[in-house]
Each structure stands twice: as structure tokens, then as C-alpha cells.
């Protein structure tokens, strides 16, 4: 059984639709990221799970129980906000202690709580700073020590680690799925950065103008993506328009001058959609020209104009020699490394 | 490099060093001469002023005695003035508090159009003269006349005037109303400077309403209130026209007090000696509540860890 349940939820701010029709079963101790571009509903569905918003329709269950007339404060969810949300006023182990005041917990468990919470996200010796002593990588441990030592019955983050630069980011999302796999605490992560969601969540749920677009593991988001938004949205994607050509038999799928034995199932336009990662070089294909080449360290970046339109090739730094600027190419790619969806190029 | 250098680079530095080091007094200067001119020479000669002689008919005669201070001191009727000066003051700064905090919470929780609407509301009397605004009180109460009197003793709800005109009530009423927009202002700066998310944050870890508020806010937005309490209460023992116009002859403060000495008593030195013995009590205040602010935003230990 799912262990929180979101029932064909939406949220209306007056006639605009923010969240519509959202359905989601996150298992006990999941990781699940809500990732889409700004303005997509995915904070207000955070938002309504906290209960810091009333959902407009439908209902959100735990373990079960209807969640929607339970009152914010006692939900017992554990929440990091974007701004951290510290009390200024308050130190290290003042912030974290509070949750546990609240909870009327003894004293000394208190204490040994708040030592081990904060020991956890690697702020021992920091009990006694104030918030603004800290740096954001700082606050951050503090403010997901504060939520997690209350020991909710589901972690929300709205986008925790955003205001951290590229390199602490790298490092604090490896640390929180590690801490998060100890805990095990049921987790609902929610960002605009398709890597952090990628890298940290068990499902992605991606979503866009208020609704869901896909629902899956990050590997099936990426390589399988539902629909052009997802493909466009998670990771570099090549859009190439083709044809069914049905003049012999068998069937072909033609884009340009590459071509492949057509699947069941497709009939006129069709939109292939490769990663860039998996175009390589070849003899025969998509006819293309390399307009720049942009080493990156390990890998090769080419951005092509091809039969049909601009390409986007990525090739290990393998040691092989590599087509320069100028040269003609043919473009190959395996059948089972595309996706195809009826209709044109988006 | 050799000594020789190092001496002449050394040297160098010190000369470049002279024109930044005077740079500062040069760029105060215009607002220093400002304020000597206007402020530190005036005040200096009201002092001188106060230990002059005065008599009814040999007018001021510019010698240094002892006799004002010496009847300021000793006068209970001064004492009794200056005390009715600080109390005043101080119900006033509790009342503008106690309303204007909660007042400034609720203007910062309301939704955009309603609270630029409550801002100009509470702004708006600032428009217009305290003498005004004074005697607005005392057509609404003043005596048989007043229109609220008339009202409720029209409807039998009083048999006699409400006691409001020449009492310290009316005063610090009339006064916490004049001094209101301070407070309300300086509160909601605070107010503005929380993160709009900590009263969620605290929600989200069981707090009730009460707790956020007492727990969360209210230790937040104290150097607001205190900010405020300082403007509201130097403006209010500093206060002229609501004392006159609402306490009248009958109840004077320092300010009511010194004006007469001046104007209508012709003593100047006693007036000075009133005047510069109320400044001196609210500059004292001056220099000593924002101590009281600063000190609770220090971190102890850590400013002890930076060797401070």
C-alpha cells in the first residue's frame, strides 16, 4: 500500500489552474523528486502536502489517513525550506531543539537528540553558533538537521540546495541521499535541476504547467521520455523529423539519409528523439556538417547542421582522433537507442 | 631588495597614506561646521545661559551663580513637573507599543491592495500639523461641549463630562495617537527583514499560533520596537503642542514649562536651566537605549573567539 497518497489533486488561485489532476503513490522510504521549469505547481504541491495551502480538490492521504483536515502543525512532516527559514535569534542546537520543545520531549533526550542530529549533518562543535555565523552550506545542515531530528514521517525540500554554489551542491546531494538511505525517511524532493533530481531521487516526476508529464525512475525519464517536454527538459535531446516511407517493403523509418527498418504501430510524420550521446560517427546516415567542436575534458561536444536541422553530438574523450570543424559526417545511431512519437518535430 | 629601498618604499606609503587619512575630515567637514553652527554653539550658550542672574526689573545680568540649578534641585514643583514629563512619556511609549506592534503585524500580513490602503491610513496624520490633530481630541472631548460628551450624555451613558481635557490620561492619549506612525514604521521595517517563510518553518515543527508569535516574531521584530520606543518616547518628553493644548496651564511638562519661563515669565536663565536639564536627561536616553539594542545582537562567544 502507498504510504502517501496524492488523489487526483489541484489547486485553483481564483479561474487559474496551478495543479491539476495530480495523481502519486510514493512508497515508505522513497525518494521522490517533483522537477519541472519555474511556474510548473510543483511548490504548491509541496506546499498543499505540508498543508501550508488547502488543495482545491481531491486529497492527500497518509498511511491512509486523510491529511487535508489535519492542521499544518500537526502533520509531524519534516520541511527544508528554500531560504533555510532559521530563527535568527536562536543557535545551531536552539533551531533544532525547537521541533523537540514543541514535542514536550524530556530534557536530556532532548539534548542527546539535538547533539546527534546536528552531529550527523557533520556540525558537531557547532551547537553554539547563530545562524548568521554560518555559511549557506552551514544553515542548510542546520535547517535539514531541524527537520529530520523531529523524525518525520516524510522529508519535504523545496529546493534545499539552490542557493549553494555548483560545488557544495555536488557534495551536499551526495550527502543527503546517503543520510536520507540511513533514515530511511520517506523523502519529496522538489527542484528545477534535472541532475539533482536525477542523481539523488529513487522516481522523477516531471511535471509542467501543472500537470504530470512523466512519472518514473530517472534512467526510464531519460531514456524513455513520454513526451517532447520531458525529452527537451531532461537532459541535451536531438528532435529529427521523419517519415514512414511505405513505397518497398519492408517499411522504413526515413530521416535525411538514414534510415531503418520501421517499428509497428506508426504511420505518416514521425519525430525521432536521440540523445546526443548515442550519435556517433559512421559511414552511412544523416548527412551533416560539424559546425564548432567544443572539447570539454572527457568528452567532445559537436554541434552539427544536419539534413534535418541543427544536431547536438557528444563523443567520449577516448583517445580516438575526433572530426574537426568543417568536416563532413554521417550521423548513425542504434534503433534501440531512439524514441519515436507521432507527428512532427516539436 | 635592499634596506635602502624598502626605507624609500616605506616612505612613501606614509606620504600616500597622509591625504586618505585627512580625506574623511574633509568630506564631514561642510556637515561637522553644520552641526557646531546650528546645534553644539546654541546648545553650549543655553547652558552658559542658565547660570545668569534674573530679576523683574534688572532683567538678565551675565554673571555665574548657581541660583536656577539651585531651585530646579530643590523646588519640588520642579521635581513634580519633571516626573509628570518622564510619566507621560513613557505611558506613551507603552501604549504606542503594545498598539503599534500588533497593528504593524497585521498591516505586514495583509494582501498588497489593503495594505498600501492601512499604510496611507496610518502614514496619512503624519500629513497634517500635531496642533490639528491635538485639537481634534479636544472637540471630540473637551468639556460640555465636546462632541462624544454631548453624544453620550445626550444617550444618558454619563452624567458629567469624561474627564479627558487637563488630565495625563487625555495626554498620553493624545499623545500615543500623535506618535503612533512611529512605532507602526518602525516595527514593520523589522517585520520586513523576516524571512517570509520562518512563521511556516516554525508551523511545520508543531508550533501553534501563540507560540510563533511569542517564541518566533516577537524576539525578532524587539529592535524595531525598541527603535521605535526611543523616537516615540524623546518625542513625546520633548512634546510642546499636545501638552499645551490638552494639559493646558494646569499640567505642565518640561517643554510647556521652559516656554513660559521664556515667553511669558521673562526668565530666560531659569528656562535655559529647565530646557538644558530636560535635554540632558533625553540625550542620556539617547545614548543609552540603543546600547540596549545593540548588546543582545552581539554573539557572545563568538565575538570572544575573534578576540573582541
Known sequence: ?346 | MSAAADTAAANAAATADAPTARAPWALAAPALMLFIGVLVIPLAMTVMLSFHDWGQYKGIEPVFILKNWHEIATDPYYAEMFWRTFRIAILTTLLTALLGAPEAYILNRMSGRWKSFFLLVILGPLLISVVARTLGWALLFGGNNGLVNKLLMSLGAIRSPIPFMFTETGMVVALAHVMMPFMVLSVWAALQRLDPQIENAAMSLGAGPATIIRRIIMPQIMPGVLSGAIIVFSLSASAFATPAIIGGRRLKVAATLAYDEFLNTLDWPLGAAVGSSASGVTSTKHAGVPLLVVIPEVDVPSAMGAGL
Open chain 1, 1 to 346: 500500500m502507498a504510504y502517501l497518497e496524492l488523489d487526483r489533486v489541484a489547486k485553483q488561485f481564483g479561474a487559474q489552474t496551478v495543479v491539476d489532476d495530480f495523481s502519486l503513490a510514493v512508497g515508505k522510504g522513497e525518494f521522490v523528486s517533483f522537477l519541472g521549469p519555474s511556474g510548473c505547481g510543483k511548490t504548491t504541491t509541496l506546499q498543499m502536502i505540508a498543508g501550508f495551502l488547502d488543495p482545491s480538490r481531491g486529497a492527500i492521504r497518509l498511511e491512509g489517513r486523510d491529511l487535508t483536515s489535519v492542521h499544518p502543525a500537526r502533520r509531524g512532516l519534516g520541511i527544508v525550506f528554500q531560504s533555510y527559514a532559521l530563527f535568527p535569534h536562536m543557535t545551531a542546537a536552539e533551531n533544532v531543539a525547537f521541533g523537540l520543545e514543541m514535542r514536550r520531549v524530556p530534557r536530556a533526550e532532548c539534548a542527546e537528540r539535538v547533539r546527534a542530529a546536528l552531529a550527523m549533518v557533520g556540525l558537531a562543535g557547532y551547537e553554539e553558533r547563530y545562524p548568521r555565523r554560518m555559511s549557506g552550506g552551514q544553515q542548510q545542515r542546520v535547517a535539514l538537521a531541524r527537520a529530520l531530528v523531529i523524525r518525520p514521517s516524510v522529508l519535504l525540500l523545496d529546493e534545499p540546495l539552490s542557493n549553494l554554489d555548483a560545488k557544495l551542491r555536488e557534495g551536499m546531494q551526495i550527502e543527503l541521499r546517503q543520510i536520507q538511505r540511513t533514515l530511511g525517511t520517506t523523502t519529496i524532493l522538489v527542484t528545477h535541476d534535472q541532475n539533482e533530481a536525477m542523481s539523488l531521487s529513487d522516481r522523477i516526476v516531471v511535471m509542467s504547467q501543472g500537470r504530470i508529464e512523466q512519472i518514473g525512475t530517472p534512467q526510464e525519464t531519460y531514456e524513455r521520455p513520454a513526451s517532447a517536454f520531458v525529452s527537451q527538459f531532461l537532459g541535451k535531446t536531438n528532435d529529427f523529423a521523419a517519415t514512414i516511407d511505405r513505397t518497398n517493403a519492408p517499411v522504413r523509418l526515413v530521416a535525411g539519409s538514414w534510415s531503418a527498418p520501421a517499428p509497428a504501430g506508426f504511420s505518416g510524420p514521425v519525430t525521432i528523439s536521440i540523445r546526443p550521446e548515442r550519435i556517433g560517427f559512421g559511414d552511412a546516415g544523416l548527412a551533416a556538417k560539424i559546425v564548432t567542436r567544443i572539447f570539454q575534458g572527457n568528452h567532445w561536444l559537436f554541434q552539427c547542421e544536419s539534413e534535418c536541422g541543427p544536431a547536438i553530438v557528444i563523443r567520449q574523450n577516448d583517445g580516438q582522433t575526433q572530426p574537426a570543424e568543417g568536416d563532413a559526417v554521417r550521423l548513425a545511431w542504434r534503433v534501440d537507442d531512439m524514441s519515436l512519437r507521432a507527428g512532427g518535430a516539436a
